[in-house]
């Protein structure tokens, strides 16, 4: 792999101002200071830094980022703002958002590069659990819990599949958390709508045995650790 092809990949920078390091002696191979950007390297073996910090071959690199209403999950959008658009232009090259949050919904929301495991975690057949916080309108019962566990109906050809309710605060505005295993459009909204109310908050908290990050403010994002990977079957 060219040397400047390989510091664009780790997110060092566009190609441009990889090149401008290179160039300016910034940039070290095996120890030696190198000024060929198209300087042919081994990424599994060669020892490559930048200003004395090595930089390490990542094959995949996974985000956690906690989404805001308002932006729209995909990688460009003609008329709104999108979740790519939160990530610094210099380490979003060739990420995108793994599955769908609505526009209006908060939360946990996994960006990266592995498309094999985005599509595995997409994946209807999977079964991974999703978690969702909720502000209902309208006072959730007890006798709502066995509804959701049994399935509902919201306009498709079958019921959806058992879903775990947890009621948190049972008032004129209801607090819930809910366990799906699906992804269908608007689930959750159209899942209450099915026993007559109306979800007016919504945030996921967790996808399987990830967590979204409660130290993340709105709008922010972090590498996922090694044993955060590891939850999500991905591969570095």
Request: with cysteine; aromatic share 6%; hydrophobic share 35%.
């Given at each position: 792999?060219?040397?400047?092809?390989?510091l664009?990949?780790?997110n060092?920078?566009?190609?441009?101002?990889?090149?401008q390091?290179?160039r300016?002696g910034?940039?070290?191979?095996?120890?030696?200071i190198i000024?060929?950007p198209?300087l042919?390297?081994d990424?599994?073996?060669?020892i490559?830094?930048v200003?004395?910090?090595?930089i390490a071959?990542?094959k995949n690199?996974?985000?956690?980022l906690?989404?805001?209403?308002g932006?729209?999950?995909?990688?460009?959008?003609?008329?709104d703002?999108?979740?790519?658009?939160?990530?610094?232009?210099?380490?979003s090259?060739?990420l995108?958002?793994?599955?769908?949050l609505d526009?209006?919904?908060?939360?946990l929301?996994?960006v990266?590069?592995d498309?094999?495991?985005?599509?595995?975690?997409t994946s209807?057949?999977?079964?991974?659990?999703?978690?969702?916080?909720?502000k209902?309108?309208?006072r959730?019962?007890?006798?709502?819990?066995?509804?959701?566990?049994?399935?509902?109906?919201i306009?498709e050809?079958?019921?959806?599949?058992?879903?775990v309710?947890?009621?948190?605060?049972?008032?004129?505005i209801?607090e819930?958390?809910l366990?799906?295993?699906?992804g269908?459009?608007?689930?959750?909204k159209r899942?209450?709508?099915?026993?007559?109310?109306?979800?007016?908050?919504?945030k996921?908290i967790?996808?399987?045995?990830l967590?979204l990050?409660?130290?993340?403010m709105?709008?922010?994002?972090?590498?996922?650790t090694a044993?955060e990977?590891?939850?999500?079957g991905?591969?570095?």
């Amino acid at each position: 792999m060219r040397l400047d092809k390989y510091l664009c990949d780790m997110n060092i920078g566009s190609r441009s101002q990889v090149k401008q390091y290179i160039r300016k002696g910034c940039v070290d191979v095996n120890g030696d200071i190198i000024k060929k950007p198209e300087l042919h390297i081994d990424e599994t073996k060669d020892i490559i830094s930048v200003n004395g910090k090595t930089i390490a071959y990542k094959k995949n690199i996974y985000y956690m980022l906690n989404k805001p209403a308002g932006v729209v999950t995909a990688v460009k959008d003609s008329r709104d703002r999108t979740v790519m658009d939160l990530f610094d232009a210099s380490i979003s090259k060739g990420l995108f958002p793994v599955g769908r949050l609505d526009k209006d919904t908060e939360g946990l929301l996994l960006v990266m590069n592995d498309g094999e495991l985005a599509h595995i975690l997409t994946s209807p057949t999977k079964h991974i659990d999703k978690t969702y916080y909720a502000k209902i309108n309208g006072r959730v019962k007890n006798e709502h819990i066995e509804l959701f566990k049994e399935g509902l109906d919201i306009g498709e050809k079958k019921l959806t599949k058992p879903a775990v309710l947890n009621i948190l605060k049972s008032d004129d505005i209801s607090e819930i958390e809910l366990t799906i295993t699906e992804g269908k459009f608007h689930q959750v909204k159209r899942m209450f709508k099915a026993i007559g109310m109306e979800v007016i908050y919504l945030k996921r908290i967790s996808m399987g045995k990830l967590k979204l990050d409660d130290t993340l403010m709105l709008g922010d994002y972090r590498e996922l650790t090694a044993q955060e990977i590891a939850q999500i079957g991905g591969n570095v």
